[in-house]
């Protein structure tokens, strides 16, 4: 077998065709969104994935706000400019481009933060109310991974889901929305600490990797047909991306996101879409 390309950038392109159509439709009303970015330091990823969270706004006709800061900010200084964009109408919504240097306390950034302007879903409240199952922005990746299974048609309804990985912005938030009624799978959290990685893995539906740590899901480690999501980026000395995926494995899942062209233009798309979100609620738009 060889598996279904997940394919992320062009879902992300059909989602960010109709995000410009409802951008248009506010832009009648005078309202305009906003997305603001908040930079520190020069670590070339962050760039990199900052300058394509801008082309994506330019794309969808929303406006962009970028802040950069050097790597020597200090804590004091990065806090101004966020309740700088807290205080600024024209900014609606708004991310601080994670890691922040050593040294930086970023949870006390993130709960500074403005919680209607969190665009990114980060900010304890909206975890919080994720948890409660209160309305409020989802955070990007795990939304966008989501997103990418519905487009093709991966049931999740049941689904034995093993994530493997317990960062915040993914590992860790991932299961608050698989276990949502709507999505109804049952989760497996994987890390470090887990003994039998390989006895998790083998039992899977789907397999969310987002461990960061290169190849490591093995074909023999994949059931025939399951949905294998790749989140996990690495580099190699040349500064290719390399992901948490074994290429072979290709030959065993049914469906496979690459990396990169997967999850990565996911989580942009769903940045914008939770900034245009926000922008209708504020306006009482219904859909
Ligand atoms: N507050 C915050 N929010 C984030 O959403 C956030 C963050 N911090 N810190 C870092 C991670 C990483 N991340 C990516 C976004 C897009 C691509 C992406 O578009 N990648 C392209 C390739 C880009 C390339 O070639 O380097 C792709 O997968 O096709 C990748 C990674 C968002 N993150």
Request: hydrophobic share 40%.
């Amino acid at each position: 077998m060889t598996a279904q390309i997940l394919d992320g950038k062009a879902t992300a392109a059909a989602i960010k065709s109709e995000l410009a159509t409802r951008v248009q439709a506010l832009k009648a009303r005078g309202i305009a969104p906003g997305l603001g970015t908040v930079l520190v330091g020069d670590d070339v990823a962050s760039h990199k994935y900052v300058a394509g969270k801008h082309r994506d706004c330019a794309e969808i006709g929303i406006a962009s706000i970028q802040r950069e800061l050097p790597a020597t900010a200090t804590q004091e200084q990065i806090e101004e400019v966020v309740r700088e964009l807290n205080d600024d109408p024209d900014c609606t919504g708004y991310i601080v481009q994670l890691p922040l240097p050593k040294g930086i306390d970023e949870n006390r950034i993130l709960q500074l933060m403005d919680p209607a302007k969190d665009a990114d879903g980060l900010h304890p409240a909206n975890l919080g109310k994720l948890v409660l199952n209160e309305p409020a922005p989802l955070p990007c990746t795990p939304y966008g991974v989501i997103r990418l299974l519905r487009q093709y048609g991966v049931e999740l309804n049941g689904a034995e889901v093993v994530v493997v990985g317990r960062g915040v912005t993914i590992g860790r938030s991932i299961p608050l929305l698989l276990t949502r009624r709507s999505e109804n799978s049952t989760v497996t959290q994987c890390h470090t600490g887990t003994r039998d990685l390989s006895a998790h893995l083998r039992r899977a539906d789907i397999i969310v990797a987002a461990a960061g740590v290169p190849h490591l899901i093995k074909p023999e480690d994949v059931k025939p047909g399951a949905a294998v999501l790749d989140v996990g980026v690495s580099r190699d000395e040349h500064g290719k991306i390399v992901g948490d995926v074994h290429p072979g494995v290709r030959d065993v899942a049914a469906w496979i996101s690459p990396n990169p062209g997967g999850v990565g233009p996911m989580t942009r798309a769903m940045l914008v879409a939770n900034v245009v979100d926000a922008a209708e609620a504020a306006a009482g738009v219904t859909r």
